[in-house]
């Protein structure tokens, strides 16, 4: 059995999803997009070290924040473990919804010939955001107005083929490939999430987040995927300690919100378990 734990973040998943896995004897599977890269720590809410060290936990903590980790990649690495231990309880937990999705659904990943270098280079980010909308506003809202090269590839592939990302994953994307999975929602008061997101967000900052942060800026390209996580991208924006506390803090509000509302809308027979602490 596969059990596939959703929620947003905060919920309490990592926990259930250690339980479960001492229960059964089960390997744990990431799917969050950020706690792939060995660089981001205190930001990202890992599983500890020792966790980690047991044996038990995969695709966490092992790409280079250098890289270019995609969910093409991820899907194809995800699927390989999950033959690997096709004999076996496992365990899949994270909070990137489309990472799961695209792991357990038959979701295509079209190769392109390599985009040129000049494509829409001198077209704004604004601009690139709002053609996309035009051809594909699911995506366009997934991807947002500032990543750029999300932007042109999404373009670039609309170009290519003359259909839009989501339009090619449209015919996949309620086909699930594997027999036996269960998904199990953690669900949680909004009140009392917000809570517990505040106050992980003060414990990052006690434990080092700030330093990491500002250091990683200091010593890699802004630009990186891996520093567009939340927790780590407010640290351009201000210098002020408390003002990037708080965007940080309003930041994770609204993903785990966005989270839900994927979770709930892109996921069939779930079994919601109601987390009242």
Known sequence: MIYAILGPTCSGKSDFAEKLSLKYNAPIINFDAF?????????????????????????????????DYSVSRYQKEARELLETFKNKDIIMVGGTGLYLKACLFDYKFLEEEKMDDDFLKDVSNEELYSRLLEIDKEDALKIGVNNRKRLLRALYIYKTHNKSKSELNENGKNTLLYQNVKFIGLDIDRVLLYERIDKRVD????????????????????????????????FLLSNDSE?????I??????????????????????EWIKMNG
Not at 35 to 44: D, F, P, W
Not at 251 to 264: E, G, P, S, V
């Open 35 to 67: 706690q792939v890269y060995k660089e981001l720590n205190k930001g990202t809410a890992k599983p500890s070290e020792a966790e980690l060290n047991s044996g038990r936990y995969f695709l966490y903590d092992f790409v280079s924040i250098k890289e």
């Open 203 to 234: 414990l990052m900052f006690e434990n080092g987040l700030e330093e990491e942060a500002r250091n990683l800026f200091k010593n890699y390209d802004n630009s990186l995927r891996g520093l567009q996580a939340i927790g780590y991208k407010e």
């Open 243 to 247: 003002e990037v506390k708080k965007m």
């Open 249 to 270: 803090k309003n930041n994770t509000h609204h993903y785990a919100k966005r989270q839900m509302t994927f979770f709930k809308h892109q996921f069939d027979n779930v």
